[in-house]
């Protein structure tokens, strides 16, 4: 269980198996809220002269907060009035139908092995939080060679076609192939880093097994990072990848 202790470790696990908490939609002054309002702005500075249309949030390990900023920068970017698409690419422990309380009997894993449906006939859309979803369906017994395939790369595209943000929430990098292969087929990558439970080590293996397929590592998000005196309340915070790790 690494940095966290026995019942920290047990709550997260708890957690994580009832969803990512959609902060930014049911305590919209927070300060965790405006933290990601902040890292909509940086995300949007980011892009200048290099639009970033596709975003693929991982981890070093499990646990660290990846499904958490997925759905909650998901919400944040879809306040501005743009077409969000949450896509749930971790299709061995996915959490966005969850979070979001969708029907996950289809999705990615459906649409990708069957070829003659169209993903507006598996993307869910609400009305009241104003984004899309693309659950991840039924756990498959091969997701690296599925994530890996030719139609995963056609409906990425075409899904980038069709909608002005897509974001996906894919598993650690040091735990599956998955991330890697998403992340190099994507405009940029967000890692995320849990403060007193990712080693540094873990978090430069993570780091190195992007550039080795030259993702475009935008940022890192520090989580879980504590209360500093006459600092506020610091539950995130963002930098650029090259001060990290």
Known sequence: MFGLGKNKYKRSEKEQRLGAPLVTYYEPKSIISEQY??????????QVGNQ????AITSSMPMEGKSTTSANLGYTMGQTGRNVLIVDSDLRKPTVHRTFKLNNEQGLTTLLANQELKFNQVVQKSKELGLYFLPSGPIPPNPAELI???????????????????????????????????????????????????RKDQVREAKQALENVNANILGVILNNVPFEDGKGYGYYAYGLEDEEA
């Open 37 to 46: 309002r902040t890292l909509r702005t940086n995300l949007e500075f980011a």
């Open 52 to 55: 970033v249309k596709s975003i």
């Open 148 to 198: 890996a395939s030719p139609q995963m790369s056609a409906l990425m595209e075409e899904l980038g076609e069709n909608f002005d943000m897509v974001i996906y929430d894919t598993p650690p990098v040091n735990s599956v192939t998955d991330a890697q292969i998403i992340s190099s087929r994507v405009d940029g990558v967000i890692m995320v880093v849990r403060q007193d439970y990712a």
